[in-house]
C-alpha cells in the first residue's frame, strides 16, 4: 500500500518549494517582461485613441505622481485609519475638497461629510444602503423601493438587487434622452410610504444629458424623500465646465436644496488610477446608516464606512496626490480642453449625413443615432460606424436600443467619452469618424435571425448548464481549437449587439454571464505563464 503524501509535501508538490524550512525559492526573471506583452495587447489608456473606460488627461507627470504615491503606500492596510493616520489625513481632505467643488455646506446640521469608496458602483450602492436603512428606522417592515430614470446607471439596479429594494424605473425621452420630472415625482406619491430613495444623474452615462435635479429634489424634499445625485461621470467635470467656456450647467449638486447625497468618481474626470469615488452624504446623522458595524465575534470590533474590509491604500493616496497636484485651476484647464474637443467632435457628427446627436448633452459625453430624417439608403447605423471607425484604430461603445415600460424605445447608439487628450487628437479621430461612415452609409443592421433561434432556445429551455449555454455561443461566435475563450470575444460588435437587443432581457444576460466569465477562466491545459513547479 502506497503512504499518501503530508499535506505539506502535497503542498510543495504543487507549488514547487521545498517542504523542509530554508532559503525561499523566489523567480522574478521574465514576469514583468511578460506583463508587459500582456499589456501591449490591450486597447491603448493614453492617446485619446479609446473613447470610454479611460480618463486621460495628457500629463504624464500626474501618472509619475499617481504611481509614487501609490507606491508609499503599498504596505497600508486602509481597513483602520486609527493604526494606518496617513489614510485618516488623506480621505478627509480629498472628501472636503470634493464638498467644496460640489458647494456642500462644513457646518451646522446639513453639513456635508461623506468617505472615499474604491468607485462608482460601490458609492451608488453604499447611497441605496444608506436611504434604504434611513426608511427602515423611519417606517419598520416597509418594503423600500428605489426611483430613477430607466438611463440612471446600471449600479442602481445592482443595489437594487443586492439589498432587496424594489426598482421603479421611469422612461425617459427617446428624443433627448430626459425624463420628464411630472413623471418621477408623480412616482413619490406612493400611499405605502415606500420610496427609499430617488435617484437623477448629472449627467447620465448613455446620453450625456443632465436629469431636472432641481423639479425633482424641490417635490422630493417635500414629500420627505431623499435624493442622490449620480455624478460619477460629471462630479468632477460640470463644477467646472461653464468657467472653463462650456455651456451654463443646470444645478445639481449640493446648492440645490433637498439633494441628500452625491456620488463624485476621482477616477474618470478627477484623473485618478481606477480605484477611487467619492461619497457625500448631506447631515452626519443620514451618513452614519451608510456605515457596517458589530463587536458581536470574538475578534476585533469591525467598524467600515463601506463594502470592504481590508483595503489597499493606494488608490485613495494618487487620488488625493492628484487632486492635491491640480487644485481647482488644475481642473478647470483640463475641462477647458475638454470643451473645445466636445464642441468640435459634437459639430463634427451633427454634419455627417445620416447621424445625429441625441439630445442636447451638457458636458463632455455624446450619444450618436441614426437620423431617421434623412432617406433610409443615407442613414448611418451607429453599430456598423463604431466597427468602422474602430477599424482605424479608434474604439467607440455601442449602446443597444431599449424597449421602455409605456411602449417608446430608445434608439440604439454609439457612446463617445471626451478627454483633455481627445483635443490634441481631434483632426484625426474627426477624418475617422467621417470615413467611417461613408463606408457603411445605407447599409443595414447584420441580420441575425438565423442564431436568435439557436441562442434563445438553449438560454431560455428550462436550466441549461454553463456548458450547454457556451456550446451553443461557440457554435454561434467561432470557436477556437483550443477551447479558450478569449478569441471568441468578436472584433466586430454591431452583429453582437443586433442579437442583444433581439433577445428577451434575460437570455441575453445569461449569454453574456456565459461569456464574460469564460473569458477569464483558467484553460484546461496550463497557461504560458501559469505558475510552474520545479
Not at 488623506?90 to 461629510?113: C, I, N, W, Y
Not at 478647470?332 to 451633427?350: F, I, S
Not at 447599409?443 to 433561434?453: A, E, F, H
Amino acid at each position: 500500500m502506497t503512504t499518501p503524501p503530508s499535506p505539506t509535501a502535497a503542498r510543495a508538490h504543487r507549488t514547487g518549494s521545498p517542504p523542509a524550512s530554508g532559503a525561499v525559492p523566489v523567480r522574478t526573471e521574465g514576469i514583468l517582461d511578460r506583463l508587459a506583452r500582456l499589456r501591449a495587447a490591450d486597447a491603448p489608456t493614453h492617446g485619446g485613441r479609446v473613447l470610454s473606460y479611460v480618463y486621460d488627461p495628457g500629463l504624464a507627470e500626474l501618472d509619475e505622481l499617481a504611481g509614487a504615491a501609490a507606491r508609499a503606500v503599498l504596505p497600508v492596510n486602509g481597513l483602520d485609519p486609527t493604526t494606518f493616520t496617513s489614510v485618516a489625513v488623506m480621505e478627509r481632505e480629498l472628501v472636503a475638497f470634493a464638498r467644496d467643488v460640489l458647494h456642500g455646506p462644513a457646518q451646522g446640521p446639513d453639513a456635508v461629510v461623506g468617505s472615499v469608496t474604491s468607485g462608482g458602483t460601490e458609492s451608488c450602492l453604499l447611497a441605496v444602503k444608506t436611504a434604504r436603512d434611513q426608511l427602515a428606522a423611519r417606517r419598520p417592515g416597509a418594503r423600500p423601493r428605489l426611483v430613477a430614470p430607466v438611463s440612471a446607471h446600471a449600479a442602481f439596479r445592482k443595489a437594487a438587487q443586492y439589498l432587496g429594494l424594489a426598482l421603479t424605473l421611469v422612461p425617459v425621452d427617446p428624443a433627448t434622452g430626459v425624463t420628464a420630472a411630472a413623471d418621477l415625482v408623480a412616482e413619490l406619491d406612493s400611499p405605502d410610504g415606500d420610496v427609499a430613495l430617488v435617484v437623477v444623474s448629472a449627467p447620465s452615462y448613455p446620453h450625456g444629458v443632465v436629469d431636472p435635479v432641481a423639479e425633482v429634489a424641490a417635490a422630493a424634499a417635500a414629500r420627505g424623500v431623499p435624493v442622490h445625485v449620480d455624478a460619477c461621470v460629471g462630479g468632477w467635470v460640470l463644477p467646472f465646465w461653464e468657467r472653463a467656456g462650456g455651456a451654463p450647467v443646470p444645478a445639481f449638486d449640493f446648492a440645490v436644496p433637498g439633494v441628500t447625497s452625491i456620488s463624485a468618481d476621482v477616477h474618470k474626470y478627477g484623473y485618478a488610477p481606477k480605484g477611487s469615488s467619492v461619497l457625500l452624504v448631506r447631515g452626519r446623522d443620514r451618513h452614519r446608516h451608510q456605515f457596517f458595524a458589530t463587536t458581536g465575534w470574538p475578534g476585533y470590533p469591525v467598524v467600515n464606512s463601506g463594502v470592504s474590509g481590508s483595503r489597499s491604500a493606494a488608490p485613495l493616496a494618487a487620488a488625493w496626490a492628484v487632486t492635491q497636484a491640480l487644485g481647482t485651476d488644475g481642473y478647470t484647464a483640463l475641462t477647458a480642453r475638454c470643451v473645445r474637443a466636445a464642441g468640435a467632435l459634437h459639430d463634427a457628427v451633427a454634419a455627417i449625413e445620416g447621424l445625429r446627436v441625441v439630445g442636447s448633452p451638457t458636458g463632455p459625453l455624446l450619444a450618436v443615432a441614426t437620423d431617421d430624417a434623412v432617406a433610409p439608403g443615407r442613414r448611418v447605423d451607429p453599430h456598423l460606424w463604431a466597427d468602422a471607425v474602430r477599424a482605424r484604430g479608434w474604439v467607440l461603445q455601442p449602446q443597444p436600443g431599449l424597449a421602455q415600460d409605456d411602449g417608446t424605445r430608445l434608439p440604439h447608439t454609439t457612446h463617445l467619452t471626451v478627454t483633455p487628450v481627445t483635443e490634441a487628437a481631434v483632426e484625426s479621430l474627426v477624418e475617422a469618424l467621417v470615413v467611417g461612415a461613408d463606408e457603411v452609409r445605407g447599409d443595414p443592421r447584420p441580420d441575425t435571425s438565423s442564431v436568435l433561434g439557436a441562442l434563445a432556445g438553449v438560454a431560455g429551455a428550462g436550466s441549461p448548464t454553463s456548458d450547454e449555454v457556451w456550446a451553443t455561443l461557440q457554435t454561434v461566435l467561432g470557436a477556437p481549437e483550443d477551447g479558450s475563450a478569449g478569441s471568441v470575444v468578436p472584433t466586430r460588435l454591431a452583429p453582437l449587439m443586433s442579437i442583444m437587443e433581439s433577445l428577451p432581457g434575460p437570455v441575453a444576460e445569461r449569454l453574456l454571464v456565459e461569456l464574460l466569465a469564460r473569458v477569464a477562466e483558467p484553460w484546461d491545459q496550463p497557461a504560458g505563464g501559469a505558475a510552474r513547479a520545479g
